[in-house]
């Protein structure tokens, strides 16, 4: 389980916060990260986009540590911390638009609380799939539960509980349909407040 000594490691809000429901959410998050992980098969080179400060691939690169670990992020800052924190992760600035600077292929890509945020979520999935792996790991809020979560605790209220960055909202449903005009879905299931889904890539699998 993941301590509460990892959260104090993070600048991140959602981590700093001591809400014990929230870090309870947020642990089970992790476990169901982890389980798909593992499902994933076989793996040496992992690399995670929308990485943050490396809450996810810090805690993986410690678990595995015989694992080839790459970050990659929009923020700076992050990406710093991420650095500094976890060297072990090779942690670079960009997006996740434009990903030819890294060097694949890859045998697992992560992209967690993402594709909510950009503005062409199809054309995301298409440059994650040009990363060459065989095996993803894809997640995003479960609407209209994460919306609701936000309004019971009174965060955008004036929103209807919509966070402001989020352009995009998938149901269960939806977003398997989503993934489906891309990648072969295997196993997708919902971490209140989130949908997390292990794909497979046509480009591999077939």
Not at 22 to 38: D, E, G, N, S, Y
Not at 89 to 95: E, S, Y
Not at 100 to 123: I, S, T, Y
Not at 139 to 148: I, R
Request: aromatic letters at 10%; one cysteine or more; charged letters at 25%.
């Amino acid at each position: 389980m993941l301590s509460n000594t990892y959260f104090d490691r993070f600048e991140t809000p959602k981590y700093q916060n001591k809400n014990p429901v929230q870090r309870h959410l947020i642990r089970r998050f992790a476990r169901t990260i982890h389980a798909l992980f593992v499902a994933a098969g076989p793996t040496r080179r992992v690399v995670e986009i929308g990485v943050g400060e490396g809450f996810l691939s810090g805690y993986l690169s410690e678990q595995f540590p015989e694992k080839q670990f790459t970050g990659v992020d929009a923020d700076t800052p992050s990406i710093d911390r991420l650095k500094r924190k976890f060297p072990r992760v090779d942690a670079h600035v960009g997006l996740i638009e434009e990903l030819g600077f890294l060097q694949g292929p890859f045998d697992l890509v992560m992209c967690c609380e993402v594709l909510e945020h950009v503005n062409d979520p199809r054309a995301a999935l298409a440059s994650l799939d040009s990363l060459g792996a065989p095996r993803l790991i894809l997640s995003v809020p479960h609407e209209p539960f994460f919306m609701l979560s936000n309004l019971a605790r009174g965060k955008n209220v004036t929103r209807l509980g919509n966070d402001p960055e989020h352009l995009h909202h998938w149901t269960k449903r939806g977003f398997r349909t989503f993934l489906e005009e891309q990648f072969d879905v295997l196993h997708i299931e919902t971490s209140y407040p989130w949908i997390v889904a292990l794909c497979g890539s046509r480009r591999r699998d077939k």
